[in-house]
């Protein structure tokens, strides 16, 4: 099987996936249940991934996913493509919590990674001692 069900029909699953998805992008951190987090990050990753193509072609098929919300599309395209340009993939991170109180379904943490430039600093290097 390619996705999860999450107990939806095909047109509920869509439509959560897309706003949850949203709510990734625009917040860049959501509580959620571990499978949802699991089921988001394929698409959380693939609209990072149009944004960093940068065509029309790309941009077209995430407004049909996202329900044509230019906010968010905005932020896609113009911030976290030049964010994430020189990563391929893994975009997204999921921490586990704990279980939900009422149902005891497992409980996680997606967000999106900080993308951290590697600062270069100098280590003094040790001499080494010449034996003579």
């Given at each position: 099987m390619a996705y999860r069900k999450?107990?939806?029909d095909n047109k509920h699953r869509r439509s959560m996936l897309a706003t949850l998805t949203k709510q990734v992008i625009m917040n860049e951190s959501i509580t959620?249940?571990?499978t949802r987090a699991k089921e988001v990050r394929k698409f959380v990753d693939k609209m990072i991934t149009y944004g960093k193509k940068g065509d029309l072609v790309s941009r077209r098929k995430a407004l049909a996913f996202l329900h044509n919300d230019?906010?968010?599309i905005d932020k896609v395209f113009n911030d976290l493509a030049k964010r994430y340009?020189?990563?391929n993939g893994g975009y997204t991170q999921i921490l586990?919590?704990?279980?939900r109180r009422g149902d005891n379904?497992?409980?996680?943490?997606?967000?999106?990674?900080?993308?951290?430039?590697?600062?270069?600093k100098e280590k003094p290097k040790k001499e080494k001692k010449s034996s003579k």
């Open positions: 999450l107990g939806r959620t249940t571990e230019k906010k968010v340009e020189n990563r586990k919590l704990s279980e379904s497992l409980m996680a943490i997606i967000r999106l990674v900080e993308e951290s430039k590697p600062e270069e």
